[in-house]
């Protein structure tokens, strides 16, 4: 991995809008396409009104960043998007003793050395619904996503549904491999391994992601690569161009 670069600084607090945060985590590696791939990582932190966090897909956590993180109110949500995102609950949640963990379809089975309180459904939790929406993209027994949008910024929040790596932090090494997988930025998309899973489903998958581009998201926040600040919808309509026109 040394050819891989951070998005520097990692593991602490960067402003998104009023009440909603992301953090850009280390550097992973995940298995793909018969190789051990970098992938960068990234959380995302919402303030709901009463104060408490919503921890979204939860990165690294360093004494600096509880720091941080305790100075903006109190950690009560650590939410699992999907079972591949649920590695740092464990450590935060031992931080954090009381906040609630939330388990993402299926991620029980994966996870089963973290204990979680309680299951997302397809429908917001009435402790974040006047805040965040949600929806679940429904896959094959390999992959589904809870997908949320924070209402008052516009912003949608995805984990792996799409990934958008850029050439010059992942290395030549893993260009290639990137750009056939169909996760190489600026055309970032849901890679193929996973588009696979949805292949069976693609009219519900469809009609998941018709509901998000509903929603008109200014912004898109990715779990890994560049994020989107700006013309989230459009970017939406595009990276999902494998499922039809939108």
């Known amino acids: 991995m040394k050819d891989a670069k951070l998005y520097e600084p990692i593991n602490t607090l960067k ?5 909603i945060w992301i953090v850009d985590g280390p550097i992973i590696q995940m298995q793909a396409y018969g190789t051990n791939i970098p992938f960068p990582t990234r959380m995302t932190v919402i303030r709901l009104t009463n104060g408490d966090l919503f921890i979204h897909s939860p990165t690294h956590l360093t004494n600096e960043l509880k720091a941080e993180i305790d100075a903006l109110g109190r950690v009560w949500h650590l939410v699992s998007p999907n079972k591949i995102h649920y590695a740092y609950i464990g450590q935060w949640g031992e931080v954090y003793p009381d906040a609630i963990k939330w388990a993402s379809p299926r991620v029980r ?16 939790d009435s402790a974040w619904a006047e805040e965040i929406d949600q929806v679940i993209v429904h896959g094959s027994r ?22 958008n790596f850029e050439a010059d932090k992942i290395g030549k090494k893993y260009e290639l491999l990137a750009r056939l997988g169909g996760c190489l930025d600026p055309d970032g998309k849901t890679p193929f391994d996973l588009r696979l899973t949805f292949w069976g489903r693609k009219a519900q998958t469809r009609e998941a992601i018709r509901q998000i581009i509903t929603w008109e998201p200014n912004r898109v926040i990715l779990a890994h690569g560049r994020w989107y600040p700006e013309n989230g919808t459009e970017e939406l309509k595009r990276a999902f161009r494998w499922l039809g026109k939108f």
């Open 142 to 163: 390999f992959m589904d996503e809870v997908v949320f949008l924070h209402k008052p910024s516009h912003t949608l929040i995805l984990a792996d549904l799409i990934e």
């Open 109 to 124: 089975e994966r996870a089963k050395n973290i204990v979680f309180d309680r299951d997302l459904s397809e429908e917001p």
């Open 15 to 19: 402003y998104v809008d009023e009440n």
